[in-house]
């Protein structure tokens, strides 16, 4: 079986996001560039288009009217919603031939990583913080590298999964364990590779260890972590752990939440299952 050190280095051999993505990401670091420049790179991609389109009109949005084109969806929701749906279709999209051979329950691999993204999301706009688009998307790519794991080394890492769960013990303690390396690790590399800012690198890196983040993102990792663990409690999809985690003390303080507190987001989010499974189902 490969090691994490073997397989960061072949990070070439791992998918590559969609070209459209690329070009999306350029349009965002561009001061110059319009609402009309993301709209004509995005809807010249078909099959990211009509994917942005179902999320736009699933549930999860809510809007008294259809979302007919790609234009429509930035006037409704917003240039960094639609943004951001783009980039986490683009990674979905990259990996959906690996994941659909493998052991992992995709579906709600996806549910989970939506209901994260979800939660964060939740309280930034309860809390008023500027981001919430952003700590969304970090949300939802935050275990990118479970996948990157499944694409570079399926038959190892498949037996992995199996043991974790046959031990009932954190993934992320087997893979440290058995690959010298972890899946928030691998999913901070292949952010980097794939030109991912900062914003959502750091999170993606530490959302197991929320407290070793640095101190510019350190809430948003806290955010994505405290979304990772009351998805796991609440059973809004799955990623692999057989028991859900416990919450990082680090996180509570960063965000200046009591475990109360905590609890009832949890609540919160759990009444907002419906229209997390209508994310996930457009997303499929």
């Known amino acids: 079986m490969k090691n994490f050190d073997e397989i960061s280095r072949s990070l070439e051999a791992l998918p590559t996001i969609p070209i459209v993505v690329s070009r999306v990401l350029r349009v965002v670091e561009d001061s110059a560039s319009s609402a009309n420049d993301l709209v004509d790179i995005i809807q010249n991609d078909q099959a990211?288009?009509?994917?942005?389109?179902?999320?736009?009109?699933?549930?999860?949005?809510?809007?008294?009217?259809q979302v007919t084109t790609i234009g429509h969806a930035v006037v409704l929701l917003g240039f960094e919603t639609v943004r951001n749906l783009c980039l986490g279709?683009?990674?979905?999209?990259?990996?959906?031939?690996?994941?659909?051979?493998?052991?992992?329950?995709?579906?709600?691999?996806w549910e989970h990583t939506i209901a994260s993204g979800v939660c964060a999301r939740m309280l930034w706009e309860e809390q008023g913080w500027p981001g919430a688009d952003e700590v969304f998307l970090a949300g939802l790519i935050h275990d990118i590298g479970r996948l990157a794991f499944l694409a570079a080394e399926p038959k190892g890492y498949t037996e992995l999964i199996q043991k974790a769960r046959k031990d009932a013990a954190?993934?992320?303690?087997?893979?440290?364990?058995?690959?010298?390396?972890?899946?928030?690790?691998?999913?901070?590399?292949?952010?980097?590779?794939?030109?991912?800012?900062?914003?959502?690198?750091?999170?993606?890196?530490?959302?197991?260890?929320?407290?070793?983040?640095?101190?510019?993102?350190?809430?948003?990792?806290?955010?994505?972590?405290l979304g990772n663990c009351l998805s796991h409690r609440r059973r809004i999809g799955w990623a692999v752990d057989a028991l859900p985690p416990d919450i990082p003390q680090a996180a509570l303080d960063r965000l200046e939440l009591t475990s109360e507190q905590a609890d009832a987001l949890a609540d919160r989010l759990e009444n907002r299952r419906t229209e997390i499974e209508s994310f996930t189902e457009a997303l499929m």
């Open 48 to 65: 990211i288009c009509s994917k942005v389109l179902r999320v736009a009109n699933s549930a999860y949005y809510g809007l008294r009217q």
């Open 170 to 225: 954190p993934m992320v303690e087997v893979e440290r364990e058995e690959m010298g390396g972890t899946h928030a690790e691998l999913g901070a590399l292949l952010c980097e590779r794939w030109d991912f800012g900062p914003g959502l690198v750091e999170p993606v890196h530490w959302h197991h260890d929320p407290g070793e983040s640095g101190e510019e993102f350190a809430r948003r990792a806290a955010g994505v972590a």
């Open 89 to 109: 279709v683009g990674v979905f999209r990259s990996f959906l031939p690996y994941a659909q051979r493998q052991v992992l329950d995709i579906e709600r691999f």
